[in-house]
């Protein structure tokens, strides 16, 4: 039984991510979704941990072998509570790959039983981010395709609520 994670901020959770996740999922008996609570992480998310929980579970309800987990804890650690051997991450370019790099030999340092593995973005998404996805919304762009059905309706009215209230 080869249990893996997938961990990430998700804050929101886009097409690269889901895809990730469903070849990911294809290669193991089981995948966590490991959710961080990343308080801090880029003046706060936009998404609760929950919301972000939620849309990654609607959007990968078709995948009977994954499921979600929130967690605030090191990764490594988190992964030996769930019983993962392996962390999946995504690749896009040149520029994710020192950052993963870094976090994946400290991570060794950690813990060496624990392997992290790594899936190359495919062209289409390779330019896709969360961060991305919330500058596009923000400014009315168009961001269908990008983002689970979910996360494009709740998108549209979480800005429009955060226009409303700086008025
Ligand atoms: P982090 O908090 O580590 O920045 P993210 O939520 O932004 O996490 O991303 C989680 C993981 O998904 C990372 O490994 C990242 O490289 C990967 N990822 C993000 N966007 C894409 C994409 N478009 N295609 C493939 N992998 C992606």
Redesign the pocket.
Known sequence: MKRGM??????P?????I??IERAAALLDELVVAV?L?PD?GGGPLFSIDERCDFIETATEHLRNVWVRPFDTLLVEFASEVGASVII????AVT?FER?FQMAQLNYRISPDIETMF????PE???????AVKEIARHGGPVEGLVPQQVYDALAERLVESRQGRT
């Open positions: 997938c961990p990430g901020t998700f804050d959770v886009t097409s690269g991510h895809d990730i961080a990343s992480k991450k995504g690749l896009r994710d993963e899936i190359m973005a495919i998404y390779m330019y896709l981010s969360s961060s």
